[in-house]
């Protein structure tokens, strides 16, 4: 069995009397695409950033490589998170630039593949454009772009594609894939059955905090008496619409 970049190990988070995640242990093994689901309010974004050393857990550890995650670590990390941040007064390719530098390029290097990446994502004439003249659809191409740069080992993307047209999403997805045949681990938040079922190996659905689904997607389809994921969110939510 593929040894595991992450492990989640009898996590719980409490926040006051509120328990948002309830002794919760997963693993994602390296070089899989790991589907991290569930409606709103589910966990998600509190599990990871647990295990990016943004709360300290309640209860459990949580490691990557064995070890608690550190910035200065030896995992290459690239992060995309659904809250968006980009110092949008600036160029956007000098924002590029600017990550680059952070991610251990040259500033030669990063620039050459920020104007690569622009280009085929059809904003090569947007470089020298201040980031806040974007769309929100081209600042989300621009985030992807620095997310991926340097090719990390490990990904997290958070609502990657969400906003974009089918064209857009289809190209963003092409790019993640090409990541994946590199060998980088990538754990994926989304809304969108159809990308977890082109995308993922295996999955966690989340509800409450806790473990409503585990594993690969056809153990977790055979288990629902082969439903399509969209029908299994469905059925363990209840029919609600809170996701």
């Known amino acids: 069995m593929t040894k595991a970049i992450i492990s989640v190990d009898h996590f719980t988070m409490k926040f006051g009397d509120t328990?948002?995640?309830?002794?919760l242990?997963?693993?994602?093994?390296?070089?899989?695409?790991?589907?991290?689901?569930?409606?709103?309010?589910?966990?998600?974004?509190?599990?990871?950033?647990?295990?990016?050393?943004a709360y300290i857990p309640t209860a459990g550890k949580l490691t990557i490589n064995g070890k608690p995650y550190r910035v200065d670590g030896s995992v290459r990390l690239g992060?995309?998170?659904?809250?968006?941040?980009?110092?949008?007064?600036?160029?956007?390719?000098?924002?590029?630039?600017?990550?680059g530098r952070l991610k251990g390029m040259s500033a030669?290097?990063?620039?050459?593949?920020?104007?690569?990446?622009?280009?085929?994502?059809?904003?090569?004439?947007?470089?020298?454009?201040?980031?806040?003249?974007l769309s929100g659809g081209q600042q989300q191409k621009v985030?992807?772009?620095?997310?991926?740069?340097?090719?990390?080992?490990l990904l997290i993307l958070d609502e990657p594609t969400k906003g974009f047209d089918p064209v857009n999403r289809r190209l963003l997805m092409d790019i993640i894939e090409e990541h994946q045949?590199?060998?980088a681990t990538a754990i994926y938040i989304t809304h969108q059955m159809e990308e977890v079922e082109r995308l993922c190996d295996r999955?966690?659905?989340?509800?409450n905090g806790n473990a409503a689904a585990y594993g690969?997607?056809?153990?977790?389809?055979?288990?629902?008496?082969g439903k399509s994921l969209d029908d299994i969110f469905v059925e363990i939510y209840g029919g609600r619409d809170n996701a």
Do not use: C, H
């Open 19 to 23: 328990t948002v995640i309830d002794d």
């Open 25 to 53: 242990s997963f693993e994602v093994r390296r070089g899989e695409t790991f589907g991290l689901l569930g409606s709103n309010g589910s966990g998600k974004t509190t599990t990871i950033r647990a295990l990016l050393g």
């Open 79 to 99: 992060y995309l998170p659904e809250e968006r941040g980009l110092y949008k007064k600036e160029s956007v390719i000098d924002t590029m630039v600017y990550f």
């Open 108 to 133: 030669r290097d990063a620039r050459a593949w920020s104007q690569q990446y622009l280009e085929r994502v059809e904003l090569g004439d947007k470089a020298g454009i201040r980031l806040d003249k």
């Open 143 to 153: 985030q992807l772009g620095i997310t991926v740069m340097n090719n990390p080992e």
């Open 181 to 183: 045949k590199k060998g």
């Open 203 to 207: 999955i966690l659905l989340l509800k």
């Open 216 to 225: 690969t997607v056809k153990e977790v389809k055979k288990k629902y008496g």
